[in-house]
C-alpha cells in the first residue's frame, strides 16, 4: 500500500490530486466549457475500451475512433469558447486530472 502511494506522489511530481484539480479548474471557469468537458470527458473514456475491443470485434472501429473524436471535439470547442489552451499543453499529466475532476464533479466536489 505504502509503495503504490509513493508511485503515484512521484508520477503527481509530489502534488496531491487535490493541487492537480484546482489548477486544471482555473482554466475551466465558462460554464459552457465546463458543460462540454462533462459530456467530452466521459465519451472519451468510453472509447478507449471500444477500441481495445476492436482487437476482436474488428467492426467496432469506427465507433471508438468516433467516439474518440467527438469526445475531443467537444474539449476543443469549450476551450475555444474559454478562450484557454488545454491544460495538458503544459503537462501531459492533466489527461489523468481530466478524468479525476470530472468524478470529482460528478460527486458534486468542484
Known sequence: MVRRREYGVA???GRSWESWIAE???SHQ???NRLTHTFGIPIIMLSLPVLVATIV?????WVG?????FGWLLQFVGHAIE????EFLKDWRFLLVGSRWWAA???GKP
Open 11 to 13: 508520477m503527481l511530481g
Open 24 to 26: 486544471y479548474s482555473e
Open 30 to 32: 465558462h460554464p459552457l
Open 57 to 61: 470485434w474488428h467492426r467496432l472501429l
Open 65 to 69: 475512433v468516433g467516439l474518440f473524436c
Open 83 to 86: 478562450g484557454k489552451p488545454p
Open 105 to 107: 464533479k460528478m460527486r
